[in-house]
C-alpha cells in the first residue's frame, strides 16, 4: 500500500475534540519519518474512558485535514493490527501516556512478520494557565461552565 522508498510512521488515538497536545504527537510522529498514517480508535476499542463525543467518521476527517497527516483512517474494529499489516509502516508512533505495551506490539509485529520499530513519543504540558491538553479537561470545563 505505501511506497517503498518513503519511511511511513503510524500514529494513533482517539482524537476527540482536538487540542494542541493532539498536533504535538502527530507532528512528532510525522517527524519521525517521510510519510504519517494515522489510525482513528474505534468507539468500541475506546474501552478505557469514556466513550468519545464526535462519532469517528468526524473524528478521522478532521485529523485527515491537519497538513502534518497524509492519510487517516478508521481502525479496525476487532484486530487492531489488520490496518497495520495493510499499511506496513516502518515505525509505530506510541503517545506518550498510551496504556500500549510497546514490548508486547514489538512481539506481535515479529509474530505477523511485520519489519517495524516501535517508539514512544514525548508528552506536551500546559505553557499557559488556561491551556487545556486534554480531551477530558475540555469537556470537564464545559460541564462545568454550561452544565
Ligand atoms: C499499533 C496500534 C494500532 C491500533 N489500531 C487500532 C485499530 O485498528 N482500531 C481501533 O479501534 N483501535 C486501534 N488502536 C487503539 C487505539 O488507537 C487507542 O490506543 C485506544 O483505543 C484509544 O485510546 P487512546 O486514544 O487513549 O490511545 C491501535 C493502537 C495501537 C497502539
Ligand atoms: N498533551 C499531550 N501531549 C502529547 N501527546 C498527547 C497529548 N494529549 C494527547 N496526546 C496523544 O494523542 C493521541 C490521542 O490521544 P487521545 O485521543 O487519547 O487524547 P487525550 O486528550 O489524551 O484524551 P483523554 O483526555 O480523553 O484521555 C495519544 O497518542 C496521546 O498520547
Redesign the pocket.
Known amino acids: 500500500m505505501t511506497n517503498d522508498s518513503l519511511r511511513t510512521v503510524?500514529a494513533?488515538?482517539?482524537f476527540d475534540l482536538l487540542h494542541p497536545g493532539h498536533v504535538h504527537y502527530l507532528e512528532e510522529a510525522a517527524a519521525m519519518g517521510d510519510e504519517l498514517y494515522v489510525?482513528v480508535?474505534?468507539k468500541s476499542?475506546?474501552d478505557?474512558?469514556e466513550a468519545p463525543i464526535c462519532s469517528a467518521a468526524q473524528r478521522r476527517d478532521v485529523v485527515d485535514a491537519l497538513e502534518v497527516v497524509d492519510k487517516a483512517i478508521l481502525?479496525?474494529e476487532e484486530d487492531?493490527f489488520?490496518?497495520?499489516e495493510r499499511i506496513d509502516p516502518d515505525v509505530?508512533a506510541?503517545?506518550h501516556d498510551?496504556h500500549?505495551d510497546g514490548a508486547a506490539?514489538e512481539d506481535e509485529l515479529e509474530r505477523r512478520g511485520i519489519d517495524c520499530t516501535v517508539e514512544r513519543a514525548s508528552g506536551r504540558e500546559s505553557t499557559r494557565e488556561d491551556e487545556l491538553l486534554s480531551t477530558r479537561l475540555i469537556i470537564d470545563r464545559i460541564l462545568d461552565r454550561r452544565g
Open positions: 503510524i494513533q488515538g482517539t489510525i480508535a474505534r476499542n475506546v478505557h474512558k481502525g479496525h487492531i489488520v490496518p497495520i509505530i506510541l503517545g498510551q500500549h506490539i
